[in-house]
């Protein structure tokens, strides 16, 4: 096109070129915003035509506010169902306790030194987790510093629920009696039975562990098979004064997904650990309850101290549990349904230390 020519269309085109931008961003923005009239009016009288074709510039600056308009709800996040575990082997050995001290990791944290009894200040109920199923309401910061005194007794470890078995994983295969139950004592409860006890050994605790199937055949009267045996047991051994009753508790959904619980201990994967308490609140006699409730509150304090995620919240049940019998008796949940033995084995073995250090006192 020639100069002349386009000299004698510029004032045509100075009038088009402003009209045809302006109805080209109306369609995509409302024609109230005060931004887009300035700049349009701007645009309009401007004696530049190169100016009036930069329509990427008055789109990015005519911008509609949405003040009014409210945010939308953000939607719930959906639970997060457990991812698959790699497979790990059951360990070969059960625990032995390393010769000497062990070389110190300079990267590593150290580990808070376990409170004791017989320390000054009080210890604090901060971290302490309950879940009160009752209608009582303990003081737990007093009978977290109670005194106890666990010196010379012996622990027993039995399960009323011995079958109870983990999620198979790999070499930790089994033929089940039930689902995620099994008579083979080499993949159910009494394996993590075996771990605690060879712990408590270490440290050296007296240990019986009772390996009686008081919930087979059948499962109803379980805890009335396994009182008879700790009555047995008492009267065998009097000087019994802790009464563990392990088990592995189930996570299941609505849906049957079953969940897995995780602590991040150590370098393998961990399950956590958890106790039942129970009270008289059924009718039952049982004025030991708060000293068994005191005990679990310090083995909690202790995993809380030493092994931060370990231990998920006390359960304070309606009912009694077999735990009339001392002033020591727990019931104590390793993993659950969704966790695999070796999960399970790593757990009780963080759990049987801290145990051991409130049994020393």
């Known amino acids: 096109m020639s100069k002349k020519v386009f ?3 510029q004032p045509f085109l100075r009038l088009i070129l402003p009209l045809a931008a302006v109805l080209t961003a109306a369609g995509s923005m409302l024609l109230t915003s005060s931004a887009f009239a300035a700049r349009a009016k701007e645009l309009f009288w401007s004696s530049s035509l190169p100016e009036l074709i930069i329509s990427a510039e008055l789109r990015a600056r005519v911008t509609v506010e949405k003040e009014d308009e409210p945010e939308p709800e953000p939607e719930p996040e959906p639970e997060r169902k457990p991812e698959p575990e790699a497979e ?3 360990p070969e050995l059960i625990y032995t306790p390393p010769e000497g001290e062990a070389e110190e990791n300079p990267t590593s944290e150290p580990k808070p030194e376990p409170r ?4 000054a200040s009080p210890l604090s109920a901060e ?3 309950i879940k009160n199923k ?3 309401s303990p003081d737990i910061e007093a009978l977290l510093n109670s005194d106890i005194d666990f010196s010379g007794v012996t622990v027993l470890i039995i399960h009323s629920h011995a079958t109870e078995a983990y999620m198979p994983d790999g070499e930790n295969s089994y033929v089940a009696s039930d689902p995620f139950r099994t008579l083979n004592v080499d993949q159910n409860v009494l394996r993590v039975g075996e771990e605690l006890k060879a712990v408590l050994e270490a440290r050296g605790i007296k240990v019986i562990h009772d390996t009686g199937l008081y919930d087979y055949p059948n499962y109803n009267l379980s805890y009335s098979r396994a009182l008879t045996a700790i009555k047995t047991d008492i009267s065998e051994y009097p000087d019994i004064g802790i009464v563990i009753d392990l088990h592995r508790d189930a996570l299941e959904g ?4 079953v969940y897995k619980t995780v602590a991040d201990v150590g370098d393998s994967p961990c399950a956590q650990v958890g106790f039942v308490v129970g009270t008289n609140a059924s009718g039952l006699n049982h004025p030991k309850w708060e000293k068994n409730l005191a005990f679990a509150l310090k083995i909690q304090y202790s995993m809380c101290e030493k092994y931060p995620s370990l ?3 006390v359960k304070l049940s309606r009912y009694r549990y077999n735990q009339h019998m001392t002033e020591g008796s727990l019931i104590v949940e390793v993993g659950c349904t969704g966790n695999t033995l070796p999960e399970a084995l790593a757990a009780v073995r963080y759990f049987g230390d801290c145990l051991a ?3 020393e006192g």
């Open 88 to 90: 790990k082997p059951v």
């Open 357 to 359: 250090d409130v049994i």
């Open 134 to 136: 009752t209608d009582y």
């Open 311 to 313: 231990a998920r919240p």
């Open 116 to 119: 004791r009894d017989g320390d």
């Open 254 to 257: 609505k849906d049957g997904t």
């Open 127 to 129: 971290n302490i987790e």
């Open 7 to 9: 000299k004698m269309l």
